[in-house]
C-alpha cells in the first residue's frame, strides 16, 4: 500500500485528498497543509515509486488505471468514503481516472496546473524525451522540462522544488512511469468527450502556456466545470501563489459539502 499520512479534525466530517504530480511527493503541498487542515480532515498519498513509497516494490506493470487504484485502496482503508480531491500537474489525470475507477469517491475536484490534453509542443517534447532517456540520465531530462514548462525568473521556486523532489526517484522508477505517456493522448480524448458529474474547480497561472489554453477549451464544454486563472503565475500554482490557491479551495470545498 502507498505511503499515507492523515490529519484529522474534529469539528469536520469532510475529507480531502492531495495528490502529487510526477516526480514530486505529498511535500508539494506544505503551503496548503496549515490552512486546509483548520478546516477538514486531510489524506497526503505518495504514489508509487514517489517520496516514501518509493522502496515498496511493485510487481505489475503501471498503468494510470493501476496507479489510480492505488489511492482508492488508500482510502478504503483507512475508512473515507469519499472526499474532495486536489491534483496538480500529472495528478490531475490520477484523480479523473479515479472517476472511472470509483465516482463513489469523489466528492468534489480541483485541479491546478492541469493537464487536459497535449498540444503539438508537448506532443513534439515527449517524443523528445523518449529518446533522450535512452543515452541521458532521467534527473538531465526532467532538468529541461522544467526549465520548459516553467520559464520564468518568478517560476523558480517551482521549478527547483520539482527538480529537487525529482532526484529522489529511481532510474527504473522514471521509466515505468514514462510508459505511461502511451496512455496519456488517448485518455484526455477521452475525458475531453465524457463529462462527469462532479464539481470541478480548474485554477490555472495565466502563463502555464503548456496547459492553459486547452483547459479553457475544455471548460467551455462542460457545464459541472470552472476556470478560475491566476495572474503572475505559472503551471505549479499552489507553489507560486498559495493564498490565493487555499482560498479558492476552501471556498469551493465548502460550497460542495
Known amino acids: 500500500m502507498l505511503y499515507y499520512k492523515t490529519y484529522t479534525q474534529a469539528?469536520?466530517?469532510?475529507?480531502?485528498?492531495?495528490?502529487?504530480?510526477?516526480?514530486?511527493?505529498?511535500?508539494?503541498?506544505?503551503?496548503?497543509?496549515?490552512?486546509f487542515i483548520k478546516h477538514f480532515n486531510v489524506l497526503l498519498v505518495d504514489l508509487r515509486g514517489h517520496g516514501k513509497s518509493?522502496?515498496?516494490?511493485?510487481?505489475?506493470e503501471y498503468s494510470f488505471k493501476e496507479v489510480s487504484k492505488d489511492v482508492v485502496d488508500v482510502l478504503n482503508h483507512?475508512?473515507?468514503?469519499?472526499?474532495?480531491?486536489?491534483?496538480?500537474?500529472?495528478?490531475?489525470?490520477?484523480?479523473?481516472?479515479?472517476a472511472e475507477v470509483d465516482n463513489s469517491k469523489i466528492?468534489?475536484?480541483?485541479?491546478?496546473?492541469?493537464?487536459?490534453?497535449l498540444n503539438i509542443r508537448?506532443?513534439?517534447?515527449?517524443?523528445?524525451?523518449?529518446?533522450?532517456?535512452?543515452?541521458?540520465?532521467?534527473?538531465?531530462?526532467?532538468?529541461?522540462?522544467?526549465?520548459?514548462?516553467?520559464?520564468?525568473r518568478r517560476h523558480?521556486?517551482?521549478?527547483?522544488?520539482?527538480?529537487?523532489?525529482?532526484k529522489n526517484l529511481r532510474q527504473s522508477e522514471f521509466l515505468r512511469w514514462f510508459t505511461l505517456t502511451a496512455e496519456i493522448n488517448p485518455l484526455l480524448r477521452y475525458f475531453n468527450e465524457k463529462e462527469i458529474p462532479v464539481p470541478t474547480?480548474?485554477?490555472?497561472?495565466?502563463?502555464?502556456?503548456m496547459f492553459l489554453p486547452q483547459v479553457k477549451r475544455l471548460v467551455k464544454q462542460h457545464k459541472f466545470s470552472k476556470l478560475?486563472?491566476?495572474?503572475n503565475c505559472g503551471h505549479v500554482c499552489n507553489v507560486e501563489q498559495p493564498e490565493i490557491f487555499n482560498e479558492l479551495s476552501i471556498e469551493f470545498i465548502k460550497n460542495h459539502s
Open 122 to 152: 508537448s506532443q513534439f517534447l515527449m517524443r523528445i524525451a523518449d529518446w533522450l532517456k535512452r543515452v541521458l540520465p532521467f534527473i538531465w531530462i526532467y532538468t529541461i522540462f522544467a526549465h520548459i514548462l516553467m520559464p520564468r
Open 156 to 166: 523558480r521556486e517551482s521549478r527547483s522544488l520539482f527538480i529537487r523532489e525529482a
Open 78 to 98: 483507512v475508512g473515507i468514503q469519499s472526499a474532495h480531491f486536489i491534483g496538480v500537474s500529472l495528478g490531475t489525470i490520477v484523480i479523473r481516472n479515479i
Open 201 to 209: 474547480l480548474y485554477i490555472m497561472g495565466d502563463e502555464d502556456y
Open 54 to 60: 518509493k522502496d515498496i516494490f511493485w510487481n505489475q
Open 11 to 35: 469539528e469536520s466530517k469532510e475529507w480531502v485528498v492531495l495528490v502529487h504530480g510526477a516526480g514530486g511527493s505529498s511535500t508539494i503541498w506544505f503551503k496548503q497543509l496549515k490552512d
Open 107 to 117: 466528492k468534489s475536484m480541483i485541479l491546478g496546473g492541469a493537464i487536459t490534453r
Open 228 to 231: 478560475f486563472v491566476v495572474e
